[in-house]
């Protein structure tokens, strides 16, 4: 299901770049994200895809049962954790509905004239969105491979053989990810760039330890036992920190931290921003260090 939003009185929509994402709040304590696949361009209109979940966890559902023209939305963002970097030629790969924050970086691609490859998987040909607007573009090399039809995606001819000018984007479902990541092992470093839509499927709270939080602004201790998260406590403290996704996949929550070794638990920071320990985003991460300092 596509949608289009526009503000209420006409006037223009804040900028956006190829692989920027919004949330959405669909209902009272109900905020998804979603990609923008429009055009950057388009200073009135921004275009989003959404896919009904079975089962749903009330997000998708509601949108397509309740959303009709005129229908009034509240918006934060756009915020972009996926940014297209330059570089000679690009391979993208894209799994389902991990097609729109694809469809925008293969359109800014190939107006740039950069040689681009887009292998497109989906379990269907008459699933798969956007077809016919990416066989439009020119200058690449597109490989539309409904599973039903050709089977998994031949990940190993594509990424077979690492190469030091290519960019690699992917976003999809996690069995997609993880072969793609598996078979990029090899690749130069920051070659792969990596969009989730959920979490991986891993535990998100230690089962061991306790750490202390001091808060560098205000002077407080705060203890963060290892049944809670450190988000919760933070909020518990009387701090507003904004959020979204609290499950580490957006990056709205990001501290600064001035002292002390974060255990980062998140899906979106590179590892030069984990190993630098200057930010951590406390929804899913805690502390390697018994005390951690956060500029707060």
């Known amino acids: 299901m596509g949608l289009e939003l526009c503000t209420e009185d006409g006037t223009e929509l804040p900028e956006w770049t190829a692989g920027a994402h919004i949330d959405l709040e669909i209902a009272d304590h109900i905020v998804r994200q979603y990609s923008l696949c429009g055009s950057p361009a388009d200073k009135y209109r921004w275009r989003i895809a959404v896919l009904r979940e079975h089962p749903s966890r009330g997000g998708s559902e509601l949108i397509h049962d309740k959303f009709e023209v005129g229908h009034v939305v509240s918006v934060n963002g756009p915020r972009n954790n996926f940014e297209l970097v330059d570089v ?3 391979i993208f790969i894209a ?3 991990g097609i729109t924050p694809i469809l925008p970086m293969v359109h800014e691609v190939a107006a740039r004239g950069k040689p681009w490859t887009l292998v497109y998987g989906g379990r269907t040909r008459g699933s798969m969105a956007f077809v016919d607007e990416l066989r439009g573009l ?6 539309v491979i409904p599973q039903d039809e050709h089977g998994l995606l031949d990940l190993k001819h594509f990424l077979g053989n690492p190469q030091a000018d290519t960019a690699v984007y992917c976003c999809g479902p996690e069995p ?3 072969a793609v990541e598996g ?3 090899t690749w130069p470093s920051g070659a792969l760039h990596l969009e989730r839509f959920a979490p991986r499927p891993v535990s998100r709270v230690r089962s061991d330890g306790e750490f202390e939080v001091r808060l560098a602004q205000s002077g407080k201790t705060l203890c963060v036992p290892a049944n809670r998260e450190l988000l919760d406590v933070l909020e518990d403290a009387g701090l507003t920190i904004d959020n979204s996704c609290r499950a580490g996949i ?11 070794v974060p255990e980062h638990r998140d899906d979106i920071l590179s590892e030069e921003e984990r190993s630098s320990n200057e930010i951590i985003l406390p929804c899913v991460s805690r502390s390697r260090s018994p005390v951690l300092v956060l500029d707060l």
């Not at 020119?138 to 490989?143: E, K, S, T």
């Not at 957006?250 to 002390?260: A, F, P, S």
């Open 88 to 90: 000679p030629r690009y």
């Open 95 to 97: 799994g389902g509905i």
């Open 138 to 143: 020119r200058g690449g090399d597109l490989h």
């Open 176 to 178: 997609l990810l993880d």
């Open 183 to 185: 078979r990029c092992t």
């Open 250 to 260: 957006c990056g709205t929550c990001e501290v600064r931290v001035v002292e002390g």
